[in-house]
């Protein structure tokens, strides 16, 4: 049995900024003090290396944290919509980090995900995060001409882009309140019957969020209103509202095998529905995928 | 305009339709360190992926090689972008290597690793590896494929015996794979409704060999069977505590540990003897106080 080392070393930290409106990561190494630090590990010596991770996600809201698709922390944003947290204990390597923020009505932002190369025993800060907004509409479906109400969360006092999408996709502006609310009436006399759907992103401060998952709704004749309870419904398999390991795992029972008159329907409501389970059902899973 | 220059231009029209719709596909590619392999010597092949424009977060596919040439060793898949794997890279017929993955979010960007092969050459020749059955899907919500371009990997094997630099295929790895979050689930579509475990490790190093199982009341030093996820639970009672051991290929490991749900109160021997103790002492005390009281 290896013996256990405390190592005493210079303080290293390596500053990442991620935007979320620009692919890739830029790296700005050297910076400021703090980090250092490391131990040994069980079955031999190594140097430890940390992340920090740092952002804006929704006033008071959850953030969820996954390394390489396993949920490894939650944090609770401030009421000023920032938020940060440190996670320890890496080995040096490629990881693929992926955050998510979820509003008060229990809605989950769509998932910011990228990859990155950690240092064996450097902190790594990545700042500048911005958790894209959530979104939602009062109806599923909506009489031509009636208002639709689009909401959502995202950073207070936020500027928010609405799109709404159809043969000539529209643009509208709203802010968040103090609470990072945000809310806009639509008028669908512009839009033809069918369906629709919208997504919007939020700017503050120079810094723009991606765009939000996209929230659908069908132009009609009468309206009908939004199902109250908002479940995931792709990929979770157990209907435990997430989808993570266990629905993977049930998934991959089922791999190229003939499919049982009960997983059947599972697979209809929750994958591709074409009958059996392959790599497009797992692609699909990777999209919804909350850890 | 001559023959000539109406072919060119026709390769040139051509050209300008394709140009656009390459931009768009992805590539992947194999690589090594050296082009030429010596009859006896070990080699390590990586793959990688392109993805240009396109989020990626699925792919599966083969990789076939002449087995008269080549002795297929092991795969290596520590550090791989690739987070779950439906199919682990591994020989699945002669001269065939499967693999299948994904990573949840998806993934962007050119000279991605995924994972890695080591050869073993043994007649001379001119050896291709060459991909098949390739599919890579992006991350949006549908599993749209991709269009991919798989470049072939061509190299000579030298007769000549002994001879070459032998690439140093050792890995170094002192770290035991990362923290992983099992999770304890039952459903119907899964062993009858019963309860199993899922676990995932990763391994930044040498890849994961494998993982052990153990569900104890007595802590960790229990017997541990090989197991793989997901691991039906022998103690359906779930009152076990579960010890999931996650090993290296370079043998280091992590242990996880999972709390019994529904834990039995147990104590300790010593506490049991006391209260017995306690028990015999008040019975004997009944005994004497009761011919103590009858006179």
């Given at each position: 049995m290896g013996a256990l080392a405390v190592y005493a070393q210079a303080p290293v930290v390596e500053n990442v900024t991620v935007s979320a409106t620009v692919d890739g990561v830029v790296v700005n190494p050297g910076g400021g003090g703090g980090g250092g630090g490391g131990g040994g590990g069980g079955t031999g010596l190594y140097e430890n290396a940390g992340v920090f991770f740092s952002g804006r996600a929704y006033p008071l809201s959850k953030v969820s944290i996954l390394k390489d698709g396993q949920l490894v922390l939650s944090t609770i944003a401030g009421p000023d919509s920032n938020f940060s947290a440190n996670l320890g204990d890496l080995s040096s390597g490629n990881y693929t980090f992926s955050l998510y923020g979820e509003d008060k009505n229990k809605i989950r932002s769509s998932t910011f995900t990228f990859d990155i190369f950690i240092t064996s025993g450097v902190t790594t800060k990545i700042t500048g995060i911005f958790i894209a907004p959530t979104i939602a509409t009062d109806k599923r479906q909506v009489k031509k001409g009636d208002n639709i109400v689009i909401f959502g969360q995202s950073a207070q006092a936020a500027d928010i882009v609405i799109s709404v999408n159809s043969p000539v996709e529209f643009f509208r502006n709203t802010t968040t309140d103090m609470n990072g609310v945000y809310l806009l009436n639509f008028d669908t006399s512009v839009l033809e019957l069918g369906q629709h759907s919208t997504k919007s992103k939020a700017l503050k401060s120079g810094e723009a969020s991606s765009f939000s998952n996209s929230a659908g709704f069908m132009v009609g004749l009468t309206n009908l209103e939004t199902e109250p309870v908002i479940k995931l419904?792709?990929?979770d398999l157990n209907d435990d509202g997430r989808c993570n390991l266990i629905d993977f795992s049930i998934a991959a029972f089922w791999y190229k095998i003939n499919l049982s008159p009960a997983f059947l329907i599972k697979e209809r409501n929750?994958?591709?529905?074409?009958g059996k389970v392959d790599l497009v059902d797992f692609s699909i899973m990777a999209f919804y995928w909350t850890g | 305009m001559n023959l000539f220059s109406i072919k060119n231009f026709l390769v040139l029209v051509l050209l300008l339709y394709l140009l656009p719709m390459t931009s768009f596909s992805a590539e992947i590619f194999l690589e090594s360190k050296n082009t030429t392999s010596y009859v006896g010597e070990e080699f390590l092949v990586e793959v990688f992926l392109n993805t240009k424009d396109a989020s990626v977060n699925a792919i599966e596919g083969k990789i076939k090689f002449p087995s008269q040439f080549l002795d297929f060793k092991e795969a290596r898949e520590g550090n791989?972008?690739?987070?779950?794997?439906?199919?682990?890279?591994?020989?699945?017929?002669?001269?065939e290597v499967s693999f299948s993955g994904i990573t949840p979010g998806g993934f962007q960007g050119s000279n991605k690793f995924l994972f890695g092969l080591v050869f073993s050459s043994k007649n001379p020749g001119n050896v291709a590896l060459v991909f098949s059955d390739l599919k890579v899907l992006k991350n949006?919500?549908?599993g749209t494929e991709i269009i991919t371009t798989p470049l072939s990997y061509e190299f000579n094997i030298s007769?000549?015996?002994?001879?070459g630099t032998f690439e140093n295929l050792t890995i170094v790895d002192n770290e035991p794979p990362e923290e992983f979050f099992p999770l304890i689930a039952s459903d119907?579509?899964?062993?009858?409704?019963k309860y199993f475990v899922v676990f995932s490790a990763i391994d930044k190093g040498s890849g994961i060999y494998g993982y052990t199982v153990s569900e104890s009341?007595?802590?960790?030093?229990g017997v541990y069977l090989a197991a793989e996820s997901p691991y039906m639970l022998k103690?359906?009672?779930?009152?076990k505590n579960i010890y999931i051991k996650a090993i290296d290929k370079s043998g280091n490991f992590r242990l996880v540990t999972l709390d019994a749900q529904n834990p039995i109160i147990w104590l300790k021997p010593d506490i049991i003897f006391g209260i017995i103790l306690v028990i015999l002492c008040l019975f004997v005390f009944k005994k004497i106080w009761s011919k103590y009281t009858q006179r």
């Open positions: 419904v792709k990929c929750h994958l591709s529905g074409d | 791989s972008l690739i987070n779950f794997w439906v199919e682990k890279p591994s020989l699945t017929n002669d001269g949006d919500g549908l007769n000549e015996q002994g001879v119907l579509n899964l062993f009858d409704g009341m007595l802590g960790p030093n103690d359906q009672s779930l009152s």
